[in-house]
């Protein structure tokens, strides 16, 4: 008889480290998740990430992981506290989709999604941290759940009336946060 994983579900600037037997689960729309594991220690991380530069006078222990930058530095430092090798890590990728096209096609003055996808590529191959797989970009929200058994993600991929939903929560949390500067 086998255990029940354990059920863990992020929000947008959240992440989530792991040694045991957990699935971690995110909605993503124009935002990116970043799926880090090392195979050898048995250690996984998932953050979500609103915002793909990193801006002045962010503070990564106040912000947590809304900047890609904090959400990347936090991620890592606890899955190495954990027993994480730099040099095992994997990453995989998922999200950035181009949510705000049929209604305000760059947001800001960029378009998020690509901008949240350009980061966490380069953020991975500065790193040498290899991204085994991706799931990145196009018009639709995605639902991601990382398995620590495995090191799998499997991938749903929202219909257009579940992707308006997700257009309204993105659009609050960025008109949030560029309310208050960052």
């Known amino acids: 008889m086998s255990e029940e994983q354990k059920y863990i579900r992020i929000a947008p600037g959240e992440y989530y480290v792991s040694d045991q037997d957990v699935l971690i689960s995110t909605v993503l729309g124009s935002c990116v998740a970043i799926c880090l594991y090392d195979p050898i220690r048995k250690v996984i991380g998932m953050n979500h990430i609103m915002l793909s530069r ?81 799931d990145l970009g196009g018009e639709r929200g995605r639902v991601i759940y990382f398995s620590w058994r495995d090191f799998s993600v499997r991938v749903k991929t929202m219909k257009k009336v579940a992707n308006s939903k997700v257009i309204c929560n993105d659009d609050t949390s960025w008109e949030k946060l560029r309310s208050r500067g960052l």
């Open 54 to 134: 990193e801006q002045s006078g962010v503070e990564c222990e106040e912000d947590r992981g809304k900047s890609g930058i904090c959400a990347m530095e936090l991620l890592i430092a606890d899955m190495l506290k954990m027993g994480a090798f730099l040099q095992n890590l994997r990453a995989k990728a998922f999200g950035g989709a181009s949510m705000f096209k049929p209604y305000n096609e760059c947001f800001v003055s960029y378009c998020v999604g690509e901008e949240n996808v350009r980061f966490a590529k380069n953020f991975l191959k500065t790193n040498d941290i290899p991204l085994v797989a991706e």
